[in-house]
């Protein structure tokens, strides 16, 4: 029987917009979605966390954390994230939808990749990293199933859900880890730590697994691949792929070391040591085709960072067979007694300290183990029943039917509708005594503060209060008010009295006064000019700079904002006073032709006009003689006969 039919979401509308069309791939902790939203009528990828995970705040921490991250890093290389929330008790995020597979999908389908193509995708994946590393970003789940390669060509990466800021502590108080086995870097098992070297871990783990096919390390349980990566080296891919190049093992070896200290401090760096083993490999070492490959030659094309060539020759269904592999999954694990080496690794040498101490874990743990059944089994201890998500009087139902009593706390809740379980303690599966109190932490539903009225305040003073609410003062606009003071709050948007998210911005929008029309002042002489628009409710500036101009000298030439315009009280008003009209020295054109003339005249800026006596067109007389000075732009007139 097909399980897709029997998927409650598929033809449902989520959250009144997403329309879910189609399952295409299921994760340890999400389901995604091909759907469309109906609002913007796009395409998505729709991720939605499975609803036995979205009762669990820690994990609902995780899935907000994935958007925000994924939207911080605006990168080509980059899945979008567009939108991020839940519906009862769907907890999802609406994410860019790429057609056409993974990387796992490419490798199970081709079972190993020519090095151009492997070094073109590996070269994608490092450039959208990089980006991460470069904001403080850490991926920590790096893996085939998260690189997308659309029907384009185009690299994407994907799933941030377990991003952290460099240098933060990544394993859980509990000692369990969470990741994919098979490309877990040895810190992250010993210390549960990982910084941007995990990732280069990671790329070193999958650049192996393109060039031959398969993983570096193999097991049947998930304890075996965890030792492997603690105890052995990541092999030279030529040896399971004779003829490959050199550099390329050096740089599997160096990328994928498990002294973190050896490796590339981050993507950035990899990305400028994979361009220069690029550079240096010859088109034969570049195109040569792995054994386990199936189908190459010009098929496996290259793809760059941005844009690229399909590496596809066709497409591959992302929920294909073999996609539950257990050590493909993120999953959480408990962190395993590492097994002890075999007989064969004991003969002719020392075990290493690391193994003599995961030997002693071992014991210890399974002796802890017998111990906890037997004192558990002896009726004094019970465990802490599933109560999240359930109404409060249900809880204390289920909680009074496991034979234990209960108290009540409260506390707000984004994700957990008011009324509701949001956490015990213990917590759920938990060992309790037999007649022990379970905390029920019920939710008050989602936390709000209520906008501060500060109309009329001041700007400071309103940002203070809105600070003082549990708010942060936003953007300011100003408009014309004639009934608030210039200077203090008209309105807060949203409007007081609003329920607001504690943090969100508020916005202020500031009275500018009442509105003012500038008189005109052009022509005025200075003293008078500054006395209207003083009169006026304006300020009056005097340009340091007078200019020539056709009004008296002394007297305004021109003003900045002009006559007519809108200006609130107080505004400056700017003032250009006239030296006067310019002076320029006339030319004489007595004896000229009235050509000439004319030209002659206009070149000196002056205007011509022509009185004509005679038709011979000789000028024999001007209204100003030649050599005397005149105001630039005057008329000068001419006779001509």
């Not at 201890?381 to 289920?398: D, H, I, N, Q, Y």
């Not at 957990?416 to 008050?444: A, C, F, M, W, Y």
Request: aromatic letters at 4%; a negative charge; hydrophobic letters at 40%.
């Amino acid at each position: 029987m097909d399980t897709t039919l029997q998927d409650p979401l598929l033809g449902q509308l989520l959250d009144g917009r997403y329309r879910v069309e189609a399952r295409i791939a299921v994760g340890g902790m999400a389901t995604v979605y091909r759907a469309l939203d109906t609002r913007l009528d796009r395409v998505l990828a729709l991720k939605v966390m499975h609803p036995s995970l979205a009762v669990d705040g820690s994990f609902v921490e995780r899935f907000i954390r994935e958007a925000k991250s994924a939207a911080r890093l605006a990168h080509p290389n980059v899945v979008g994230v567009f939108d991020q929330g839940a519906d009862g008790g769907y907890v999802y995020l609406a994410m860019e939808y790429v057609e056409g597979c993974t990387l796992r999908d490419l490798l199970r389908e081709r079972g190993a990749l020519q090095p151009r193509a492997a070094l073109d995708i590996l070269q994608a994946v490092l450039a959208a990293l990089g980006a991460a590393h470069l904001d403080r970003l850490v991926h920590r789940d790096m893996k085939p199933e998260n690189v997308l390669i659309g029907d384009d060509g185009r690299v994407k990466v994907a799933d941030f859900g377990l991003v952290r800021a460099v240098g933060q502590q990544t394993s859980a108080s509990t000692g369990s880890l969470l990741g994919t086995v098979s490309y877990l870097a040895p810190e992250q098992i010993e210390h549960g730590t990982a910084d941007a070297r995990a990732d280069v871990y990671a790329c070193g783990v999958m650049l192996y697994e393109m060039l031959t096919g398969a993983k570096p390390h193999s097991g049947d349980t998930p304890a075996q691949v965890l030792h492997q990566h603690l105890n052995e080296d990541v092999p030279a891919p030529s040896a399971a792929v004779p003829g490959l190049a050199g550099a390329l093992d050096a740089l599997v070896a160096r990328t994928a070391a498990r002294d973190p200290r050896r490796r590339p401090a981050d993507a950035v760096e990899l990305l400028a040591e994979v361009g220069a083993v690029r550079q240096a490999l010859t088109d034969g070492q570049l195109d040569l085709l792995p054994p386990a490959a199936v189908g190459g030659g010009a098929g496996a094309g290259a793809v760059g960072p941005e844009d690229s060539t399909a590496v596809l020759s066709r497409r591959v269904p992302r929920d294909a067979a073999g996609a539950d592999d257990s050590l493909n999954r993120t999953s959480v694990l408990p962190v395993p007694p590492v097994p002890p080496a075999g007989p064969a690794a004991r003969t002719g040498r020392r075990m290493p300290r690391r193994s003599v101490q995961a030997v002693v874990v071992a014991v210890l743990l399974v002796l802890g183990a017998g111990l906890g059944v037997w004192y558990i089994n002896s009726g004094q201890f019970t465990r802490t029943p599933g109560v999240l998500s359930m109404t409060e009087s249900e809880a204390k139902r289920a909680v009074e039917e496991a034979g234990l009593d209960w108290k009540v706390a409260r506390e707000h809740s984004e994700t957990v509708p008011k009324g509701r379980v949001v956490s015990t303690d213990p917590g759920r599966g938990e060992r309790i005594r037999s007649n022990g109190t379970v905390t029920l932490t019920v939710s008050r539903g989602p936390e709000r503060v209520e906008v501060p009225g500060v109309k009329d305040a001041s700007l400071a003073d309103a940002r203070r209060r809105i600070k003082a609410a549990g708010l942060e003062p936003g953007m300011v606009t100003r408009e014309f008010s004639g009934d608030v003071e210039r200077g203090s709050v008209i309105r807060t948007e949203p409007a007081a009295g609003t329920g607001r998210r504690p943090g969100a911005a508020v916005a202020l929008v500031v009275s500018k006064g009442e509105r003012i029309e500038v008189p005109g002042v052009v022509g005025e002489d200075e003293g008078t000019a500054r006395q209207r628009l003083t009169e006026a409710g304006l300020k009056a500036e005097v340009a340091p700079e007078r200019v020539f101009s056709e009004e008296e000298e002394g007297s305004v030439a021109r003003q900045s904002p002009a006559q007519g315009s809108v200006a609130a009280e107080d505004d400056t008003v700017t003032l250009t006073v006239s030296k006067g009209p310019e002076l320029v020295e006339v030319p004489g054109v007595e004896g000229l032709d009235e050509s000439e003339a004319r030209q002659a005249l206009e070149d000196a800026g002056f205007e011509v006009r022509v009185r004509k006596v005679f038709i011979t067109g000789t000028v024999f007389d001007q209204s100003v003689d030649g050599g005397e000075r005149a105001p630039r732009g005057s008329e000068i007139t001419i006779w001509v006969r």
